[in-house]
Every structure is written in C-alpha cells, then in structure tokens.
C-alpha cells in the first residue's frame, strides 16, 4: 500500500511512475484523494457531534436538578445522535471505498527500471554454457516417464489436469532437490518456518495478493467456521504476515526466515504447447525467503538473496541466467524483480525457477509492520523481500533435460548423491 501523504503531495509523479507499469491509475490517484478529504472531514464532524453530545449529556441532569425544562434539549439530543448515525454510517462507506482504491493502486517501480513490458527485461549475467548433445535428447517428459520418476497418468488419475505424482527415484530425488535448498539456507542463517498451508483472510491482504488475485487461489469452506480461508499460492504469503500488527526494535532486523510448502495455484487457461509435463501445474513444492529489513538495509538484502539464489542453481551445475525486469512485468506489488531463468533445452529457451523482489514499505504498510529505532519513540515501516529459493518444478526437467546421456540415463549432480545414498545416475 502507497503512503497517503505521499500520493496526497505527488500525485503526477505517481502517476508518471506508474506508468512505467503500464498502469493508468490517473483516476484512482485523484479519486483516493477525494476520499481521503471526505474521510478526514467526516472524522472531524463526527468528533464534533460527539462531543456536543458529551456536553448535553452532562447538562441535562445539571437542568433537571435545577428545576428546569429539557424538552428542548432532549429534542436537540435526538437530532444529534440521529445525525451521529447518520456520519458514522456515511464515514464507514466513505472508508471502505478509500481502503480498497488505496489498496488497489500498485507499487511504484525503483527509479532505475526501464519501462514497458516483458519485451523491454534485460538480461544481466549468463552462467554456466548452454547444452549441446551429439545426439538426439529427449524432453523431460520423455526422461520422467521412461527412468520411472514421474506418474502423469495416475497424477491425473488422483487429482485431474495440472498434477502429477512423483514415484521412486523420483520421490527422491524431488526430496533430495528440497533439502538441498534447505540445508543451504540453514547454512546461511536463515531460520526455519514450516507454516500453515490453509490461511486467513489477513494474509492475502497483507501480501498485496488480495483483493486483486483472490480468485486465483483455492477457497476453503469449512461449515464451522464462516472465515475466508485460502490454499496458500506461496510461503510467502504467511511469512510476510509473521509480524503483521507488531512493531519491532531496531536491533531485531534483519529478520531472515525461510519456508518450505506445497504452493497451490488456479493456472487459467490452457497451457502453451511447451509447458509439457511439471512446467506448469496446480500443485507444486517450493522454498521460499523472505527478509524484514531496515529501510536503509533493502537494497544489501536484494543483492544477498539473488546471490543467494544464483548460488543454489549453479550448485546444481546447470546454464541459467538472471535477468532484471522491466518495470511493466514486475508484478503489482513489488518495486523491483530479477528472475532466475533455466535452460530447459526441450523449451528451446529459458524458465522462471526464481523471483527475487523488494516490496520497500509497500506490503509493510498493508500489515502495520513496524520497528523503533534505539532511543526514538517513532516507529517507521520494514521493508519487505521475498525469492525463491527454489521451486522444484521447473528445476527438474531443466536437471533431467540438462544432465542426460545418449543411452537415456541421467547424471545425479554432485551436490545431491549424499541424500540418495551415493546414487550418482538415474538408469533406466
């Protein structure tokens, strides 16, 4: 959520910056001021009706003792708390319609996004070398199928469309990609969270994810109890609301927190002809990180968690490269994003494994996230960052596509032989 004074004392350049998004938000910026008058200037009346309400309260047993006529009074009472109604009820919509326009606008891109879309991202770094084969690969479908490690047709036997079930070596192996990741972040100091994978409400608002993408998530209905409760779309959804509505000292940030969890998705539409296999799905596991910052300390952690992120694919000796994205495909909430893309050689191209974002004070904001410097009684918002570290979907066809020999079998890389017992290839 945008700070009010801010958009109150900058509205073209909110605007402009916008823009950069590809987000005409021209009318809400002016709309969220209006409402923000109206708001104040209803407070204002209703604290005024109030407080003469206050004064006739005492004034009329001050009357009756004195032997003198309320009626008037009485009367003038009435029309008071008719109109006390009357505002409350008026500021309650007033409120509501402000709440949800401010919450609606998008995050400001960092200053030194390009703007536009997809087409205008930039590519930072390449590591690693593509693959080339002296003989015909085949795709990781193909792979998963014919080595036993994925079950698509009792996948989508159990589930429907969109899932699959890993099996065998490939259970492991998909165990053993996850404890990689965990083993590393444990390593780096981050503390472990396993979190709830059924959430309120309060989180979605908090994330920024909702109220916009609220369809995009699986719905609980649970007939005791008439709370919103949603599939979480992504640890980061409850590990940014981890300290929702507490103010922290200076000395308690960073806060560095890492999850693993299923993520659970509504994909709409039908998936591109490409997205074979695990690419794209319903149900899929992920580690997730997330850092609460002082803002002076945003941008260091930026740099740390895409480090880190690099870090954890070239571990696994497979090409990726990192690539800063243009304003317009960051998403709503964030103010900056690198991805993390993998050469998926099948794909004749790269894939998404990780996201890296800086939120700033954005979903801080949303949560009443915040902190007290040494010796000051201020509070001021966190800042809020969150990467993957990593989803496994897309890291496993780029593994068994990447890592195949001519006879079909796939190398195990290094990093991962200790948690299958020294397997060091996957035969068929």
């Known amino acids: 959520m945008l700070d009010i004074r801010y958009i109150k004392e900058n509205p073209e350049e909110v605007i402009a910056r916008a823009a950069k998004k590809l987000k005409d938000v021209r009318e809400d910026v002016y709309k969220v001021i209006e409402l923000d008058e109206r708001r104040r200037a209803l407070i204002a009346k209703g604290d005024e009706l109030k407080a003469a309400q206050n004064r006739a309260s005492k004034q009329i047993p001050q009357m009756k003792k004195a032997g003198e006529d309320v009626t008037e009074l009485l009367a003038e009472m009435k029309r008071i708390s008719a109109e006390v109604g009357t505002t409350d009820a008026e500021l309650r919509d007033v409120e509501t319609e402000y709440t949800v326009t401010l919450m609606g606008l998008p995050n400001l891109p960092d200053d030194d996004l390009v703007a536009g879309g997809k087409e205008a991202n930039q590519p930072l770094r390449y590591i690693g070398e593509p693959h080339k084969f002296d003989f015909e690969p085949k795709n990781h479908v193909e792979l998963c199928e014919s080595l036993h490690l994925i079950d698509y047709p009792r996948g989508t036997k159990l589930a429907g469309n969109g899932f699959w079930l890993y099996s065998g070596m490939g259970a492991r192996l998909e165990w053993a990609l996850l404890n990689y990741f965990i083993d590393t972040h444990i390593g780096d100091g981050y503390q472990m969270i396993l979190p709830p994978h059924m959430l309120l409400e309060e989180c979605g608002m908090t994330a920024g994810q909702f109220p916009k993408y609220k369809d995009e998530v699986y719905h609980i209905a649970n007939p005791t109890d ?122 004749d191209g790269y894939k998404e494994v990780s996201s890296v974002s800086n939120a700033r004070d954005y979903q801080a904001r949303r949560g009443r996230m915040r902190f007290k410097r040494d010796g000051s009684d201020k509070t001021e918002f966190m800042h809020t960052l969150n990467g993957s570290g990593l989803a496994t979907s897309r890291i496993f066809p780029a593994l068994v596509e990447q890592n195949q020999q001519a006879d079909g079998s796939v190398v195990v890389p290094e990093v991962l032989r200790k948690y299958l017992g020294g397997i060091d290839i996957l035969r068929p």
């Open 226 to 347: 008439d709370r919103f409760r949603f599939m979480l779309p992504t640890a980061e959804t409850a590990l940014v609301s981890l300290h929702r509505d507490e103010i922290l000292t200076e000395k308690d940030l960073p806060r560095k927190y890492f999850a693993y969890t299923p993520c659970f998705r509504r994909e709409a539409g039908s998936y591109r002809a490409d997205e074979r296999g695990m690419v794209r799905g319903h149900q899929f596991n992920k580690v997730e990180m997330v850092q609460y910052t002082l803002p002076e300390k945003s941008d260091e952690a930026f740099e740390e968690m895409v480090g880190k992120a690099e870090a954890l694919v070239a571990g696994l000796g497979l090409h990726f490269r990192t690539v800063k994205l243009a304003a317009g495909d960051c998403s709503d909430l964030m103010a900056r994003t690198y991805d993390i893309e993998i050469q998926i050689p099948s794909m």
